[in-house]
């Protein structure tokens, strides 16, 4: 077990090493917030969803890394992406919905990549394709409809996340950008931009700013591209929401950034190659 020691005792050394990774505190802040809103919603079916689609996520994660002859590693990534389908998809959508969108945002992971690094935030390309499809999608695990006060506990368990992701620049620049641009178009007399400051597309924000957005192999971690990340994350979703209303805006964002990303990590190994070859 991963928590004894050579001798089968119980290692809390171990304990608190593992609870220093960031995708374990990352897991264990989306377990909280869905115990939270299927108990505080009423709707204790969601937990049995967000578990099939980890179940899922993680199946087809070590079955494509078996098949690619990769090396098996932790599945920790295809956890907290099983989370995040279960807990944005509807509660009462049929059982078999959360798994299969799962298994497709893991199988996107294995196919959209550059080099050895997948391109595009799993849970994103398949929550879109899902609502593309028209799945229903209520955000259910991001407590907007439990009592305003639980967005406390929202913050709360993103702050955590963040703080040991350390891409709290990412966070704030995505809320900066989209708050300001729906101020502003709230300002010009537009419904959906006063709205935003409201649930349920507050606490959708939120939780993509600090779930999805923060994503370490798909954003960066230097200080100034995560805030150009975040900014340009939340200017697409802004234009989006905007235009066409609804829930889908964070994933479009969130993608768009994530292909800029991508293009900006294959400019700079272009130029550290010319530079080699200008050396030698």
């Known amino acids: 077990m991963i928590l004894l020691d050579a ?24 377990w909280a ?3 939270t809103g299927a108990v505080g919603g009423g709707a204790p079916r969601g937990l049995l969803q967000m578990a099939m689609a980890m179940a899922a996520a993680v199946l087809c994660d070590l079955l494509l ?15 907290i992406t099983g989370a995040i389908v279960g807990m944005v998809l509807a509660a009462d959508s049929p059982l078999w919905l959360a798994p299969a969108i799962a298994a497709v945002s893991i199988a996107s992971k294995h196919v959209i990549r550059l080099r050895h690094r997948h391109v595009f935030n799993p849970a994103a390309v398949g929550l879109l394709l899902a609502a593309a499809a028209g799945a229903s999608e209520s955000w259910w695990g991001d407590l907007a409809g439990l009592h305003p006060v639980y967005v406390v506990l929202l913050v709360a368990l993103i702050y955590v996340v963040l703080w040991r992701a350390r891409k709290f620049a990412s966070f704030f620049a995505y809320m900066a950008a989209f708050l300001a641009i729906c101020f502003a ?3 010009m007399q537009s419904a959906l931009g006063a709205d935003a400051f409201h649930n349920p597309i507050l606490n959708s924000t939120l939780f993509a700013a600090g779930f999805m957005a923060s994503d370490p192999p798909t954003s960066p971690s230097r200080l100034f ?10 200017s697409v979703s802004a234009a ?3 235009a066409a209303s609804g829930l889908l805006y964070p994933f479009i964002g969130l993608l768009a950034a994530n292909a800029a990303y991508a293009a900006v990590r294959a400019r700079r190994r272009v130029l550290q190659s010319a530079g080699r070859e200008a050396r030698t």
Do not use: M, N
């Open 7 to 30: 001798a089968g005792k119980w290692s809390w050394r171990r304990l608190r090493a593992l609870l220093r990774r960031p995708k374990v505190i990352c897991t264990a802040a989306l």
């Open 33 to 35: 917030l869905g115990l």
């Open 65 to 79: 890394r078996r098949l690619r002859r990769q090396r098996l590693a932790a599945p920790d990534g295809a956890i």
């Open 185 to 187: 178009a709230g300002a």
């Open 225 to 234: 591209e995560q805030v150009a990340f975040g900014a340009a994350a939340a």
């Open 240 to 242: 989006v929401y905007l």
